[in-house]
T-cell receptor, first 110, second 114 residues
Framework: QKEVEQNSGPLSVPEGAIASLNCTYS??????FFWYRQYSGKSPELIMF??SNGDKEDGRFTAQLNKASQYVSLLIRDSQPSDSATYLC??????????WGAGTKLIIKP | DGGITQSPKYLFRKEGQNVTLSCEQN?????MYWYRQDPGQGLRLIYY???????QKGDIAEGYSVSREKKESFPLTVTSAQKNPTAFYLC?????????????FGPGTRLTVT
């Protein structure tokens, strides 16, 4: 069974620090990787996507992909209280369907 | 404004009743999806459609039905055969169904069946 694993948290990070969120996946054929942010009671919102090994930066967010080790991570620099949310990792399987992790709850403490 | 709309936001039904959830998009996306989210769990795919008049079952299609008569619209019917219908239902769309295009979500419909 294809799986995407995330630590459920909560992950508590002081304001201004770097938050590091991790995700591992089981399907070696996966080619597309996505991070979504979901505030309580709301729908998921796309933060970043990455296709190639290495780092991809967008503002305060950096996605890191290591296909050999089958993990993808999201770094949030200068964390703000508004970053407090659940972060969902999603990975395409060999049939191009998204497999979702259960999410990591992030709490930024002022 | 381009986006995805879902209605209603909250829906209450009695057991044994069918209910239809609306999803409309004006992004000109080819692919549309229905997911279900339960507390503390990831999104689970119910149905998806890559083109008008065609759709495929996802991982948890039993008790649900869909139609795709127009590119913009992908309604989901929750039938009385669905054993645990109370959940948060999310509709999404993407430019294509190849997996290389990100999915965008509507605001969701929270269904409660008693």
């Amino acid at each position: 069974q294809k799986e995407v694993e995330q630590n459920s948290g909560p992950l508590s990070v002081p304001e201004g620090a770097i938050a590091s969120l991790n995700c591992t996946y089981s399907d070696r054929g996966s080619q597309s990787f996505f991070w979504y942010r979901q505030y309580s009671g709301k729908s998921p919102e796309l933060i970043m996507f990455i296709y190639s090994n290495g780092d991809k930066e967008d503002g305060r967010f950096t996605a890191q992909l290591n296909k050999a080790s089958q993990y993808v991570s999201l770094l949030i620099r200068d964390s703000q209280p508004s970053d407090s949310a659940t972060y969902l990792c999603a990975v395409t399987d060999s049939n191009y369907q998204l497999i979702w992790g259960a999410g990591t709850k992030l709490i930024i403490k002022p | 404004d381009g986006g995805i709309t879902q209605s209603p936001k909250y829906l209450f039904r009695k057991e044994g009743q069918n209910v239809t959830l609306s999803c409309e998009q004006n992004l000109n996306h080819d692919a549309m999806y229905w997911y279900r989210q339960d507390p503390g769990q990831g999104l689970r795919l119910i149905y998806y459609s890559q083109i008008v008049n065609d759709f495929q079952k996802g991982d948890i299609a039993e008790g649900y039905s869909v139609s795709r008569e127009k590119k913009e619209s992908f309604p989901l019917t929750v039938t009385s055969a669905q054993k645990n219908p109370t959940a948060f239902y999310l509709c999404a769309s993407s430019m294509t169904g190849t997996g290389f295009h990100e999915q965008y979500f509507g605001p969701g419909t929270r269904l409660t069946v008693t």
